[in-house]
Structure formats: C-alpha cells, structure tokens
C-alpha cells in the first residue's frame, strides 16, 4: 500500500474524488481541525492537510511509522470502536475512508466518532458496497462486510448522525469489476484486484474514475463498487 498508493489508480482518483467533496459539499472552515481514523500508511493526510489542521490514527503499528515519518504528523495508535485517547468536541471534520469494514462493531466506531465531533462537524465515509460482490479482494483485506445504503442510513441514524449526502461511487469502472468479481466466483479463481497495472492502463483507470470528482454530490448515481457519505453531528 506504501509503494502503491502515491500512484495506482484508485488510490489517486479517490483522492481527487475525495478533495472534490470536500472542498465543494462539506466546506470545512478555515483552519479547520480534522482527524483521519484509520490512516494507513498515510496516503490521505497531504489531501487533508490542505483543508486545516490534521491530526490521525493507525492501528497498526508499521503503518503507523510508515505515515508519520512521510506526513510529519504524529499518528497515534487506536482501535475503533475505543477512542478515548481522542479529545471529545474537537473536530470540524474526521475522515473514516474505507475502515468502517474492517472493524466488528461498527454501531459502536460511529457512536464514539460521533463524540469527537463539533456540533455541525462531519463524518467523511467511504466504504466498499453491495454483498453481493464479497470476494478474494475482501477477504485478503480482512473485510467483515461490505454496506447497502439503508444499512449506512440506519447505522447514521441509530448513532445520531444526520446524512447529508449518501452516494454510490466508482460507478464509471463498475461494470469492468463486478463482472471480474462475478466472473472470478464462478471460475473459483480469488482475485484481489490490488496488481499495479501496465503505466498507460494506469493512467487510462484514473482519469475514468477521477471524472467522478465532478459528478458525486451533483447528479444521482445509480450504483458503485463502494459508498461515499456525508454525516454530521447535530446534537450534543
């Protein structure tokens, strides 16, 4: 992931997907203070950083070095749903980017992000989509599932949380991976989709996915190989 996510193209076109949303939906304040939970080798945290004050998370404890020596920010260790070594109210915007899956108690991770936020401050999820395309990919990335929207809804809502905006993404490149993904089950082939491709297949991969920075947040999008989402805290 280290090696990988400065250029494969998911990484990349996420990132503008991401910054898109960011700048354009949630509108941080100036100078905002922001948290990413579950930072991997820090791959995000430059993004963010244009956006205020970041500050992060790993529990893992490679990546955790990995991302602070690249970002300069100190990473500190937690494990959802356990934050308790997080300020409560200090956050105008946290970023859960494709970690809610990785953790059993999900309810749980929402409710106690939920307390680290200012009133009005938002939750920036995004996590992979549709049971139905369970396969190699997430069992080598220790998945304990992937989300439909009215389980993100009802999850938002059972922790207090208001959805300002619940989208599939990755729609443009969904049917060349859910048919790879069907395809890999009835061949019983497990395919983790993580290969670095050839340069301009790379290349040609992001620039589809990256279109979606102008899409996501201004018209519907019908489906997706994952979800993004906008959660806010409206009371304390």
């Known amino acids: 992931m280290a090696d990988d996510a400065a250029h494969h193209w998911w990484f990349v076109a996420r990132r503008r ?18 948290l990413e939970i579950g930072c991997g080798t820090g791959h995000n945290l430059a993004m963010l950083s244009r956006f205020g004050h970041v500050e992060a998370t790993e ?31 200090r956050y105008d915007l946290i970023a859960l980017l494709d970690v809610l899956e990785h953790v ?14 200012k009133i009005d401050g938002a939750l920036l999820v995004t996590v992979p989509a549709n049971p139905w395309m369970w396969s190699a990919h997430d069992k080598s990335h220790h998945h304990y599932r992937r989300y439909r929207k009215r389980e993100i809804e ?7 949380l208001r959805v300002d905006l619940l989208s599939p993404f990755n729609t443009l490149l969904f049917p060349l ?8 089950k009835v061949t019983k082939r ?30 519907p999008m019908p489906f997706g190989v994952s979800l993004v989402a906008v959660l806010r805290r409206v009371q304390a």
């Open 17 to 34: 997907i991401l910054a898109s949303l960011i700048k354009n939906f949630i509108r941080p304040p100036n100078n905002a203070r922001i």
């Open 59 to 89: 529990l893992d404890d490679h990546a955790r070095e990995i991302a602070s020596a690249k970002s300069g920010v100190q990473v500190i260790e937690a494990a959802l749903p356990d934050l308790s070594m997080v300020a409560d109210g």
């Open 104 to 117: 059993r108690d999900d309810l749980g991770s929402l409710i106690a992000i939920r307390d680290c936020l």
């Open 154 to 160: 009802t999850l938002a809502r059972k922790a207090g």
């Open 177 to 184: 991976i859910a048919t790879a993904r069907l395809f890999a």
């Open 190 to 219: 497990d395919l983790t989709d993580d290969a670095m491709p050839a340069p301009t297949i790379n290349r040609l991969l992001t620039r589809l996915f990256g279109l979606e920075a102008h899409l996501i947040g201004r018209i």
